[in-house]
């Protein structure tokens, strides 16, 4: 592996609130791999930015594997912030990214208020 290539990418929310729960999962889920590590507020729910991030970790770094962690109480939804929604802007960006990187295997999470990751399928 050269020195710039990175197993995965994980894209959260900036929330502080769940910092350490990402950076438990992380550790206990992505052991021995190394990661680029990303956050923007309601982590992809401006996809068009996020999918130029994952261009770039796709490019100068030939990741192989994308997490995507939403959260619940997410503020940057406002209102909107409920299970369902998340899902289904999660399945929106795994499908975009699936379209553009079909080798790049994307995980999908939706984080609960007590740490719990609930996987998105």
């Given amino acids: ?4 290539q990175c197993d995965a990418l994980v894209v959260c929310c900036i929330d502080f609130r769940f910092q350490k729960y990402i950076r438990d999962w992380t550790d206990k889920n992505l052991t021995g791999k190394n990661y680029d590590l990303i956050g923007f507020a309601g982590s992809t729910k401006d996809l068009d930015m996020v999918l130029k991030q994952i261009e770039i ?8 594997q994308i997490v995507l962690i939403h959260h619940e109480d997410c503020g940057a939804y406002g209102v909107e912030s409920m299970p369902e929604r998340h899902a289904q802007d999660l399945k929106k960006a795994k499908q975009e990214i699936n379209t553009k990187y079909p080798e790049v295997r994307v995980y999908l999470y939706y984080l609960h208020l007590d740490g719990r990751f609930e996987q998105i399928i």
């Avoid at 592996?1 to 710039?4: A, D, I, K, V």
């Avoid at 970790?57 to 192989?64: G, N, Q, R, T």
């Fill in 1 to 4: 592996m050269s020195e710039h």
């Fill in 57 to 64: 970790s796709v490019k100068l770094h030939e990741i192989k």
